[in-house]
């Protein structure tokens, strides 16, 4: 008997400063509607460092904090609230694995990502990983939907 999904969830999305430079937000966007998933706000912005510290304050202290928060502050993100039942860990599997090179085939940081030899990963886009990181998350970038 498999689990049944009743709640509708809802994800933040961001292609990050590497994707959106790339001109990958629309491949990113293209890969969410054909999964099946609803766009419910999106949204161009350069992230300010008040809504980066919040959105990274697990990672505070961590080695790659510094670079990261400068990397995600260095240009546009695309963000995106997407919706749809279990598309928190279906957002993460279209996206694969943290690390582009180990990622897989299929998926957007394996189809579209690699090692570029720089201080953090650059690898495209950002999930929320549980329902509470969502939660906490939209309300950083779409503080009117919360
Ligand atoms: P994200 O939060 O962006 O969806 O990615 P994730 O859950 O797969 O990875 P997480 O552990 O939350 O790390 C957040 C982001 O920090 C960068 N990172 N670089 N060792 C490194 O160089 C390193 N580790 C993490 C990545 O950009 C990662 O997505
Ligand atoms: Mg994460």
Not at 18 to 25: C, F, I
Not at 62 to 69: A, D, M, S, T
């Amino acid at each position: 008997v498999g689990a049944v999904s009743e709640q509708i969830e809802r994800s933040l999305v961001l292609v990050k400063p590497d994707g959106y430079r790339r001109g990958l937000s629309g491949e990113v966007l293209r890969r969410i509607e054909a999964k099946g998933y609803t766009l419910v706000a999106l949204a161009v912005t350069t992230p300010t460092a008040e809504q980066l510290a919040t959105h990274y304050a697990e990672h505070e202290g961590k080695p790659f904090y510094e670079p990261l928060v400068e990397f995600m502050s260095s240009g546009p993100v695309t963000a995106a609230v997407i919706e749809g039942h279990g598309c928190i860990p279906g957002f993460r599997a279209l996206a694969g694995a943290t690390d582009p090179t180990a990622a897989l085939p299929g998926t957007i940081r394996g189809d579209l990502g690699r090692d570029w030899g720089l201080k953090v990963q650059q690898n495209i886009v950002h999930g929320s990983d549980s329902p509470e990181s969502a939660a906490r998350e939209i309300g950083i970038w779409f503080p009117e939907l919360s």
